[in-house]
Every structure is written in C-alpha cells, then in structure tokens.
C-alpha cells in the first residue's frame, strides 16, 4: 500500500471513496484490534487522500477525549468534551466539517498550519468510542462527498474492530 495516493483518483470523490472503502476493509479483514486498526486506518487515509497534514483518532476517556494512533505532526493529547471541533463532534455525536477553523469560536491550535478539519464520531451501539480528526491546510478542503466518503471509512472501521 505504499504508493495508495497513486491508486486512488479523488477527481471523482464518490469512486475515489469507495475505492479506499473497499480496500481498508481488505486491510482490515481478520485483525480486530482497536489500536492495530486505528493505527491502519489513520495510515491509509493520510497516504490515499490529497491535501491532509493531520489525520487520526481521539478515544473517549471519561469526560475527555485523549489521542490515539494518527499521521501527522505532534498533536493536543487531551481535549475536553465540547471544546473544540473534536470536543464539538464527539458532544453532538455527528460529523462535523470547518471550512476556517480560525472562524470556529472553540477552535484548538494544534497545528497552526491547519487551516479546515472535519471531524467524524465513532459510536459502537449507543456508545462514543471517540472520533476520527482530519485536517488540512487548505481552506474548505471538506465538502459534503468527503464527509459521506469518510463516514463510510469510519463505518468500516468500526464494523472491523472490537472496542473495548
């Protein structure tokens, strides 16, 4: 999978999502562990989708959120529930895309880079297991086909894997 970015055309965003769909679920098939899985899927995204310089997870530890396996530059370890993008989604339990991050009143610096993020929850039954953070430099990068596009991505991941 090292040349992922090469295999996958985002011209056309639906078929360039349900290529990576297709594959992580390939990638995926037969391991179940959290972590393992998290660490894959966090790889394969920032590899295969152009215009990212941050892509991981945050697991819901308690009344925060605390970093998990991801590609990119050193990032927040902890972000409490409601604060931030990531704090937002995880609270509303839905998918959340900022075009500007600095016209987001909450946002937390992380990488001053980091110009839009889209933030995606991962919910097992009724349960936040956390959320799958991506950001990039470019401002709107994140349009509703990726939102749809990664909501698939984090439904295969989380049909994958045992949560503990």
């Given at each position: 999978?090292?040349?992922?970015?090469?295999?996958?055309?985002?011209?056309?965003?639906?078929?360039?999502?349900?290529?990576?769909?297709?594959?992580?679920?390939?990638?995926?098939?037969?391991?179940?562990d959290?972590?393992?899985?998290c660490?894959?899927?966090?790889?394969?995204?920032?590899?295969?989708?152009?215009?990212?310089?941050?892509?991981?997870?945050?697991?819901?530890?308690g009344?925060?959120?605390?970093?998990?396996?991801?590609?990119?530059?050193p990032?927040?370890?902890?972000?409490?529930?409601?604060?931030?993008?990531?704090?937002?989604a995880?609270?509303?339990?839905?998918?959340?895309?900022?075009?500007?991050?600095?016209?987001?009143?909450?946002?937390?610096?992380?990488?001053?880079?980091?110009?839009?993020?889209?933030?995606?929850?991962?919910?097992?039954?009724?349960?936040?297991?956390?959320?799958?953070?991506?950001?990039?430099?470019?401002?709107?990068?994140?349009?509703?086909?990726?939102?749809e596009?990664?909501?698939?991505?984090?439904?295969?991941?989380?049909?994958?894997?045992?949560?503990?």
């Amino acid at each position: 999978m090292s040349h992922a970015a090469a295999r996958y055309d985002f011209a056309d965003k639906a078929r360039g999502y349900r290529d990576l769909a297709r594959d992580l679920a390939a990638l995926l098939d037969g391991e179940r562990d959290a972590i393992a899985n998290c660490a894959n899927t966090a790889a394969l995204v920032s590899e295969a989708l152009p215009g990212l310089n941050w892509a991981g997870f945050y697991f819901l530890r308690g009344t925060e959120l605390v970093l998990g396996p991801f590609q990119g530059r050193p990032a927040c370890v902890r972000i409490a529930l409601g604060r931030g993008v990531c704090g937002t989604a995880a609270a509303r339990r839905e998918t959340v895309v900022v075009p500007d991050v600095h016209a987001f009143a909450d946002h937390i610096v992380c990488d001053a880079a980091s110009r839009s993020e889209i933030v995606l929850p991962m919910i097992a039954g009724d349960r936040l297991i956390g959320v799958f953070d991506l950001d990039s430099p470019q401002l709107a990068r994140f349009d509703a086909l990726d939102r749809e596009g990664l909501e698939r991505v984090v439904s295969v991941l989380m049909e994958s894997t045992d949560w503990p």
